[in-house]
């Protein structure tokens, strides 16, 4: 069995809690989709973790990518409004822990008796497309006007993605197997014609409507007639949110950037995508 873990943000009680719970569901090996660090102030702690965790498959994320620019371009980073926050971020980071995530790949893929499992960080490497609603900023309109379940999210999303003729071509194009991904921090699961497209949610900043932290377990099943067949198993997870509130007013983040303390906090006690409505206003 697999869990799948993306987009830890920093968060380490987050990460600690899903690897305690991916190891009671017998997960054996890990698969990891960047956005490790970032935006709480345990940069660190996570990323020397997820250098020691055994039988473990990683790739870098957008986060990764933005800690490159900011060590080409330090100076400029330092006084850009929407990257001051990343740049307290670098500076946290011990020079073995960054290069590390730095130097991850951007994409893997593993052999499984079930077959080939992708690890990519976002959708878009597998559909061009952009699928309106599958958009966080998108999903929490959504949800703060009409509330729905989970469930219904995944009904929802199915009918967006297969509606368009456009992504069933892109669909059909790829290789019969599971393509992982997160970056939305929206836990998604979707079948179609033996292609898996799975989303485990956001481990440490989630955007669904639900504080804890989630991950997914991906499960190759025998099947009577032969061969294997993949469950799929989304889970969230409870854990200490006090002590990431705690070591952020001790890590002096809330006084060099009360504006964005601000926004990282309310997203953090909501899960709503206050982070992106933010960003997007600021532009």
């Known amino acids: 069995m697999y869990a799948i873990i993306s987009d830890i ?10 690897l305690r719970d991916a190891k009671a569901q017998d997960a054996e090996q890990l698969l ?9 102030p345990f940069q660190n702690e996570v990323v020397e973790t997820l250098r020691s965790l055994p039988n473990a498959t990683a790739i870098h994320g957008n986060h990764e990518d933005y800690l490159v620019k900011i060590h080409d371009t330090a100076p400029t980073m330092r006084t850009e409004k929407n990257f001051t926050p990343l740049y307290w971020s670098y500076e946290c980071h011990s020079p073995e822990n960054y290069a590390y995530i730095t130097e991850l790949p951007e994409t893997a893929k593993v052999s499984d008796k079930a077959g080939i499992i992708y690890l990519a960080h976002e959708l878009q490497t597998y559909i061009p497309s952009r699928v309106l609603y599958l958009d966080p900023s998108e999903y929490a309109d959504l949800m703060r006007n009409q509330p729905f ?3 219904e999210y995944l009904t929802r999303a199915q009918e967006w993605l297969l509606g368009s003729p456009k992504i069933i071509n892109a669909l059909r194009a790829l290789p019969i197997g599971v393509y992982l991904f997160g970056h939305s ?9 033996g292609r898996w497209l799975i989303n485990p949610g956001s481990c440490g900043f989630t955007s669904d409507f639900d504080t804890r932290a989630a991950y997914a ?4 099943v025998p099947i009577n007639s032969g061969g294997f067949k993949w469950r799929v198993i989304q889970r ?20 060099k950037f009360p504006e964005w303390n601000h926004i990282f906090l309310e997203q953090f006690l909501q899960g709503d995508d206050t982070f992106s409505r933010y960003i997007h206003g600021a532009n």
């Not at 921090?185 to 014609?193: A, G, K």
């Open 217 to 220: 377990l991906l499960d190759p």
């Open 32 to 40: 990891l989709l960047g956005d490790y660090t970032n935006s709480f």
């Open 236 to 255: 969230h997870v409870e854990y200490d949110m006090n002590e990431v509130i705690l070591a952020i007013n001790k890590s002096g983040f809330p006084e």
């Open 149 to 151: 379940t989970f469930d």
């Open 9 to 18: 943000h920093g968060n380490y009680p987050a990460f600690t809690a899903v």
């Open 185 to 193: 921090h929206i836990p998604l699961h979707i079948e179609f014609e």
